[in-house]
């Protein structure tokens, strides 16, 4: 009889705010391990809001000891789960896609001879040790296939699925401490510089994102979308136009050359919707577009589109979204 497939399932706590992004991230990589009947195991190190590792769904919950937040210094994470690996023998491990992960990734792959996928958004076995993953390429236009066998490592983009729907509480769960090795310093943290300014929501972890396009007519139109979503403390995007135009700073960018946003709500004022742009809130659980041409690309790409002016409709828009009950 076949050794079951074990799913290793990667979280290491970062000071990312308030947003719980790994509820979204165990979504998707324990949705993965239900399709394919494999095990599931947990491996966390740090402490988050809300994240509460021994009531979550893994059959074993491997916790990092010390218990204490990794630096922007790679080694000893990677001993560190070197360490969980030789443990656990994972067919599939998972990290939540971002920049420092896939380069985690790729050296925990190297040292494992194991194959590395990035930004995945599906993995299904073909046959038993042949596996089938889906990634998008050219910005978003073609989802690519890549066939390989075990062990694979991969960066998991996150579900667009409600966390509570795959949640279910574990009392039974094996629980165990891996040591987290002494390993040299090769990088050391100097300084840190926050790209939103004071006052403003970070794009990264918002549940509501504005996005601001050409379509607002300049500089005052920024201002004018901005001032409305302050009012429900949404974070505000832009897209490359209003960024050429020099509207607005290129860290408010959003798509294939500036940042993927995973929010609840995304509101698109002015914005065409090309391939670009859109790669950047293929995470968002609800796209709303108001653009005055009905003819534009976001149209096809939004789930609710209002060909209107902004200027009409988005005040009113946002005082509906401020009742308590729309913002719960």
Known sequence: MAKKKTVLTVWIAKETGKKPFWREFLTASWGIAKEMGARTALAYAGQEEGFAGPGLPAEEIYVAKPQARFSEDPEPVLAWLENVIREVEPSLV???????????????????????????????????????????????KVMAHF????????????????????????????????????????????????????????????????????????????????????????????????????????????????????????????????????TGVSGARTVVAINVDPEAPIMENCDVGLVVDYRKVLPDFISKLAKPECLS
């Open 147 to 278: 066939t390989g066998t075990f062990p694979i490592v991969a960066t998991l983009r996150s579900s667009r699925h409600p966390f509570e729907e795959i949640l279910e509480e574990n009392p039974h769960a094996l629980e165990k401490e891996i040591i987290v090795p002494e390993t040299k310093e090769k990088v050391r943290l100097i300084e840190k510089k926050y790209l939103c300014a004071e006052g403003e929501v970070n794009l990264l972890e918002a549940e509501i994102v504005v996005g601001i396009g050409r379509g607002v007519g300049g500089p005052d139109g920024v201002q004018f979308v901005k001032e409305q979503a302050k009012r429900i403390g949404a974070a505000i995007g832009v897209s490359k136009a209003v960024v050429d135009a020099g509207w607005a700073s290129p860290s408010s960018l959003i798509g294939l050359s500036g940042k993927k946003v995973n929010p609840k709500l995304y509101i698109a004022v002015g914005i065409s919707g090309s391939i670009q742009h859109m």
């Open 94 to 140: 998972f990290l939540p896609h971002s920049v420092t992960n896939a380069q985690i990734a790729a050296r925990l792959a190297f040292r494992l001879d194991a194959g590395m996928v990035t930004d995945c958004v599906s993995i299904k076995v073909l046959n038993g040790e042949t596996i089938d993953i889906v990634r998008p390429v050219y910005g978003g």
